[in-house]
């Protein structure tokens, strides 16, 4: 499985018991940098949930687990982005294994709902940080 190759997935999987789906997750931050050993990367922050099948009294599903994901990605070789704005709503976060000259590398697609939209391919993904938030992506104040 192709998450088994990204570096970190094994903390994302232990926060919501499988790779969780993207549907409707929220792109919060997205940076891109040529410079670095490893570079040109990007950083991309995704506030992600699990959707339950329990309806709330104003008829919404609940959600829950709330999370900031922090993605790594490394070696870009090639991207294509458009709409980034103040609502950056993902339908689909997909990744595939792809080969680039004969080394193993990744193809990631942003399949927008709203906002963002692009795909790039990278030689290395690295799930950076898994940080629990409330329901506005917010990381709670430890007081």
């Known amino acids: 499985m192709v ?5 970190g997935s094994e903390r994302l999987v232990a926060r919501f018991g499988v790779w969780p789906s993207f549907h409707d ?8 940098d040529r410079e670095g050993a490893n570079g040109p990367t990007g950083e991309m922050t995704v506030h992600v949930w ?3 099948g329990t ?4 008829g919404y599903y609940v959600l829950e687990k709330h ?3 922090r993605f ?7 991207c294509q982005f458009s709409d980034f704005n103040q609502q950056s709503v993902l339908f689909d976060l997909e990744i595939k294994a792809e080969a680039v000259d004969g080394e193993a590398a990744f193809s990631v697609v942003l399949d927008s ?3 963002l939209d692009g795909s790039f391919v990278c030689g290395r993904i690295v799930i950076a ?6 329901e506005k992506g917010q990381i709670p104040v430890k007081v």
Do not use: H, K, N, W
């Open 3 to 7: 998450f088994d190759q990204i570096i």
């Open 55 to 58: 309806v709330d009294s104003r």
């Open 113 to 115: 709902s709203y906002g």
């Open 25 to 32: 997750a929220e792109v919060v931050r997205f940076v891109l």
């Open 67 to 69: 999370t900031l994901v």
């Open 129 to 134: 940080d898994v940080t629990p938030c409330d």
């Open 72 to 78: 790594l990605f490394e070696q870009i070789t090639s």
């Open 50 to 52: 699990v959707m339950t």
